[in-house]
């Protein structure tokens, strides 16, 4: 399904202000809703378990009783059930009873389908997050994962620190074994002497080592390929090549490279030591693997160059040796032909 889709999953309370297009979109009312609830609930209750029921279709979860309802939303309930125009800051002011609530809720469960979140739901949510931590950047993609898993699988959506809690374990969870990988991979030496590597000046005094490694690659041009090899021959002589890291996936490697791109470097001085040590693993292996691509693309580039140099010159070289073989052969004719002059 289209992330569009999943644009209100997980959320609690409604957004400030309602677009129309989100309103047609997501919160919307079938004839067979507004039926159910004519039948079950008295006209007092209609706006009330409308908006209960559109919103638990739209989050997956039930709506927060303190909820503000955009003045057009309210509109459409109502109009819905041709009713009176409410005119309510917030849930708050429709359920003064908790259990008038609660019993709300109850029937939109029943109604959409939505069963519990039990232990037995738990658990497999558990194994996913577990199985999804392996490719996840960061925690906020593991709960909307955990989110989007449950809402397909007409699961309730249960409070935002739960879903969060879980995630945190299994993306924790993982982290531990890409750690335990890096130091299978990474003598503790080797590890040492490369984080004091990266953190020394050039030896032009431009910028540290790291910051170097950092710096996008610019054009094609000889100058920047040669810089290219020169950051390639910087890690090979690291050892960066020899780690064997086949046990960390791919899109985990890139996520945590990509925090110490993105970072400033006396930022990440002030993480724990192994913190720093896997980012910094991350980061190397895939600067390595990232340089050699723009290497070979720079130096495929170069040589297209070369070529089409290369095929310029020698064209504009035949076509001078064709005219100037033009003009002597048109000289011979003249000569060959002119009769004044004599056979000798």
């Known amino acids: 399904m289209s992330a569009f889709a999943y644009r209100y999953v997980g959320r609690e309370e409604l957004p400030a202000r309602l677009t129309e297009f989100d309103l047609q979109q997501f919160f919307q009312l079938t004839s067979a809703d507004i039926a159910a609830i004519r039948e079950r609930f008295r006209a007092d209750r209609f706006a009330a378990v ?13 709506l927060d009783r303190f909820a503000a309802v955009p003045r057009n939303l309210l509109q459409y309930v109502c109009e819905a059930f041709s009713a009176p125009l409410l005119s309510i800051a917030s849930l708050k002011t429709l359920y003064q009873r908790r259990p008038t609530l609660y019993e709300h809720q109850q029937w939109v469960k029943e109604h959409l389908g939505i069963k519990p979140f039990d232990v037995t739901t738990q658990a497999a949510l558990l194994e996913m997050l577990r199985v999804q931590a392996a490719a996840a950047a960061d925690v906020d993609e593991l709960i909307a994962t955990a989110q989007r898993w449950l809402y397909d ?12 809690d879980m995630a945190r374990h299994a993306f924790s969870g993982y982290e531990a074994q890409m750690l335990a990988a890096v130091n299978r991979a ?30 996008p690659s610019r054009r094609n041009g000889p100058k920047n390929l040669a810089e290219t090899l020169d950051k390639i021959r910087y890690l ?7 780690w064997n890291l086949d046990d960390i996936a791919l899109p985990k490697l890139r996520a945590y490279a990509q925090k110490v791109q993105a ?7 002030t993480l724990k030591e192994s913190t720093q040590a896997l980012e910094l693993v991350c980061f190397l292996r895939m600067s390595l693997l990232e340089l050699t691509d723009i290497a070979m693309h720079q130096t495929i580039r170069r040589s297209q160059d070369l070529f089409r140099r290369a095929a310029s010159t020698a064209q504009s070289t035949h076509t001078r040796s064709a005219m100037e073989d033009r003009q002597q052969a048109l000289k011979a004719k003249a000569v060959l032909q002119d009769k004044s002059k004599s056979t000798e």
């Open 263 to 269: 970072r400033r470097p006396a930022k990440t001085k």
């Open 236 to 242: 090979k002589a690291l050892a960066v090549h020899e």
């Open 50 to 62: 409308g908006l209960q029921l559109v919103c638990l279709r739209a989050f997956g979860g039930p």
């Open 186 to 215: 990474v003598p503790a030496a080797t590890l040492q002497q490369c984080m004091k590597s990266v953190g020394s000046p050039r030896a032009d005094g431009s910028a540290t080592h790291l910051e170097w490694i950092k710096a």
């Open 153 to 164: 699988r007409c699961r309730l959506i249960p409070g935002q620190r739960q879903i969060t």
